[in-house]
């Protein structure tokens, strides 16, 4: 099959967006060698079989980024050649159609709809597998061994094909100026399957592919559960804030490393704590749409130790990183705000083309909705530029001076829309910390969470109890008047009239949110530690009453708070001292609590050595210290 002209103009247009879309993408071998010495030139039959968990955008890279340049035939589903233009500009373009909605049970092409809602590699089907193995058998058949696909021969000695391994990873697969990295782990051959292809067909299918599959686990990243894979991005985020900086050869590594990590069995409570830290802050951050970059600019506490609260941010600090950066960002906007507004247009509706859709799909939409709305700004752009110059050039050197200038204007805009990105997130990350730090609390941290976590607890006279409000409390008016129904649908009595007041009863550590409790503002040791989660940190199911939303100034403020532990257990867990395990069993009894100590103590001897180990290998890998995190130096 052959490659039309499509193939040229999808792939030109492709790298035109998708370059734009990334930062930066490179292309690495698992075992260090070059790719261009891995993967054969043209000439060559090939077959490449890559992960696919991020729609287009995995096409682009292979397409745009693979070795010697050569051009890919890809195998795609038949739904999508459609009769008319669809089907003639892919077959063109020389993609291959697949059926995948065959009846027969054990088709090797049938849809599992499972590629991209698991966190590790799939279970592959035996489609490539088929297609190498028949392909050698019929070069190994005198009658047909010269006979092309399309019934032409060929005078040139056919070759074996051989199975390259490719594996996608991405710094964040969604976002705009993000980063990506193509590994390629060590190509098959078909040749040692051959013998027992001709004999027993399955099963030599079935061992090449279960061979394809080991080498492409390999060079992706794989989590038993999503839990593991979100820490662990968390924490790389942590540790390489800015993915500019970031070591793309071990980008894999690094993930896989660190989900190694969080996944282990034997993790200690306070590892575990951690896992659940950074799951609960990436939460947060996606919930103020926010990015633990944006919020880079802040300072940390100068001592971050787990066990200690940490401070806020003084709003005479953040008052005056707003207002350096709000000066940063001026001084910068002469020089970008012609691109600015000329590709505004561009950026918002990209945006909104990526909301409500799948993960999978927000890059390819965002890609696709701006590389048409790009095509049109510049044809206007040099439409334009040609009617300014056509009365003072000729008609020829304005059409050339115009394209020339529409190129320039946007190189010159990629050239400077990665820091002006950046800055500007920051600001508005920075902005939306002063407000909540400046803005009026209507309640105490106490009573607004006990109002939003279970609202019954809210009222004076629950359960006939009266309790007054601590000094330096502020009211809320309509906080206390709230009248609420008890378990047995009748309202709780007021104050008895002989004016006795009774100590009020403390709640329930499942009344709170994980968050509450991971951040351990309240004491819960008047509770007997029963359930073994709750004593890891697992999140515990409750009652929950009707939650009433949180302001944006106590959500703020909860997501500093979730920052400085997360960034303080982290560094503990990774680079700091030997850590008492045993915190938990102090309020337990001694004879389970020596028992417990016992186990605890094997678990987080082994816990704890395997996340200094991954510290090390951090460093090894290019980690230079920042982030909260102190330098390469041992920590104290």
């Given at each position: 099959m052959v490659f039309g002209p499509t193939h040229t103009l999808l792939r030109g247009l492709a790298g035109f967006a998708f370059k734009s879309f990334w930062y930066s993408v490179e292309v690495h071998c698992d075992d260090g060698r070059r790719p261009e010495d891995v993967v054969p030139d043209e000439g060559t039959p090939m077959i490449v079989v890559a992960n696919h968990w991020n729609s287009a955008a995995d096409v682009a890279v292979l397409s745009i980024y693979f070795p010697h340049y050569r051009k890919l035939h890809y195998w795609a589903k038949s739904t999508l050649f459609a009769p008319g233009l669809p089907k003639k500009i892919l077959l063109d373009a020389g993609n291959i159609p697949v059926d995948r909605k065959t009846k027969a049970k054990f088709h090797p092409l049938t849809s599992s709809f499972?590629?991209?809602?698991?966190?590790?590699?799939?279970?592959?089907?035996?489609?490539?597998?088929?297609?190498?193995?028949?392909?050698?058998?019929?070069?190994?058949?005198?009658?047909?061994?010269?006979?092309?696909?399309?019934?032409?021969?060929?005078?040139?000695?056919?070759?074996?094909?051989?199975?390259?391994?490719?594996?996608?990873?991405?710094?964040?697969?969604?976002?705009?100026?993000?980063?990506?990295?193509?590994?390629?782990?060590?190509?098959?051959?078909?040749?040692?399957?051959?013998?027992?292809?001709?004999?027993?067909?399955?099963?030599?299918?079935?061992?090449?592919?279960?061979?394809?599959?080991?080498?492409?686990?390999k060079v992706t990243v794989n989590a038993p559960d999503w839990d593991s894979r979100h820490a662990a991005t968390m924490a790389r985020k942590i540790l390489w804030p800015d993915d500019r900086k970031m070591p793309l050869r071990h980008l894999r590594e690094i993930d896989q490393t660190l989900i190694d990590l969080f996944s282990s069995p034997d993790l200690s409570p306070s590892h575990l704590r951690l896992k659940r830290l950074l799951i609960v802050y990436r939460d947060a951050l996606n919930s103020n749409s926010l990015s633990h970059l944006s919020l880079s600019s802040l300072p940390l506490p100068a001592t971050l130790d787990p066990s200690v609260?940490?401070?806020?941010?003084?709003?005479?600090?953040?008052?005056?990183?707003?207002?350096?950066?709000?000066?940063?960002?001026?001084?910068?906007?002469?020089f970008f705000l012609l691109p600015l507004l000329v590709h505004l247009p561009i950026y918002l509706f990209s945006r909104y083309a990526s909301s409500g859709a799948l993960e999978e799909d927000q890059a390819q939409n965002k890609v696709f909705v701006g590389l048409v709305f790009a095509l049109g700004t510049y044809a206007a752009f040099f439409g334009v530029a040609c009617a300014l110059l056509w009365v003072s050039l000729p008609y020829g050197g304005a059409i050339l001076v115009a394209a020339a200038g529409t190129i320039a204007f946007v190189a010159y805009h990629n050239r400077l829309v990665d820091d002006n990105y950046r800055k500007f997130q920051r600001l508005l990350a920075l902005w939306r910390v002063l407000i909540g730090l400046w803005s009026p609390i209507a309640h105490s941290e106490a009573s607004q969470l006990l109002h939003s976590v279970h609202p019954r607890l809210s009222s004076s006279y629950f359960d006939g109890h009266h309790t007054e409000a601590t000094d330096g409390e502020e009211s809320d008016p309509g906080f206390l008047s709230n009248s609420f129904s008890s378990a047995n649908g009748t309202t709780p009595a007021g104050p008895r009239s002989g004016g006795r007041r009774s100590r009020v009863a403390l709640p329930s550590p499942a009344l709170f949110s994980e968050e509450d409790r991971l951040l351990g503002g309240f004491d819960f040791?008047?509770?007997?530690?029963?359930?073994?989660?709750?004593?890891?940190?697992?999140?515990?199911?409750?009652?929950?009453?009707?939650?009433?939303?949180?302001?944006?100034?106590?959500?703020?403020?909860?997501?500093?708070?979730?920052?400085?532990?997360?960034?303080?257990?982290?560094?503990?867990?990774?680079?700091?001292?030997?850590?008492?395990?045993?915190?938990?069993?102090?309020?337990?009894?001694?004879?389970?609590?020596?028992?417990?100590?016992?186990?605890?103590?094997?678990?987080?001897?082994e816990s704890g050595r395997k996340a200094r180990e991954v510290g090390e290998r951090m460093r090894e890998w290019g980690w230079v210290g920042g982030a909260g995190l102190g330098g390469p130096a041992k920590l104290t």
């Open positions: 499972d590629s991209y809602t698991v966190p590790n590699l799939p279970v592959l089907k035996d489609g490539a597998s088929w297609a190498a193995l028949e392909y050698a058998k019929n070069i190994r058949d005198p009658m047909h061994r010269r006979t092309l696909s399309d019934g032409t021969f060929t005078d040139s000695e056919p070759q074996d094909v051989i199975i390259c391994i490719a594996g996608i990873a991405y710094s964040d697969k969604t976002k705009y100026r993000s980063c990506a990295v193509m590994e390629f782990g060590t190509t098959i051959s078909v040749e040692p399957y051959v013998d027992e292809f001709l004999i027993e067909p399955r099963s030599a299918v079935k061992k090449l592919t279960q061979r394809i599959h080991d080498e492409l686990v609260p940490h401070p806020f941010p003084t709003r005479a600090r953040v008052l005056g990183s707003v207002l350096l950066s709000t000066l940063s960002c001026l001084l910068r906007l002469p040791s008047h509770h007997h530690l029963e359930d073994e989660a709750l004593a890891d940190g697992d999140s515990l199911p409750g009652p929950r009453g009707p939650q009433r939303r949180r302001s944006r100034a106590r959500e703020v403020r909860r997501l500093l708070s979730l920052r400085s532990v997360a960034v303080a257990a982290l560094r503990e867990a990774l680079f700091g001292e030997e850590e008492d395990e045993f915190g938990d069993f102090e309020r337990l009894p001694e004879t389970l609590a020596e028992s417990s100590r016992s186990g605890a103590a094997r678990t987080g001897d």
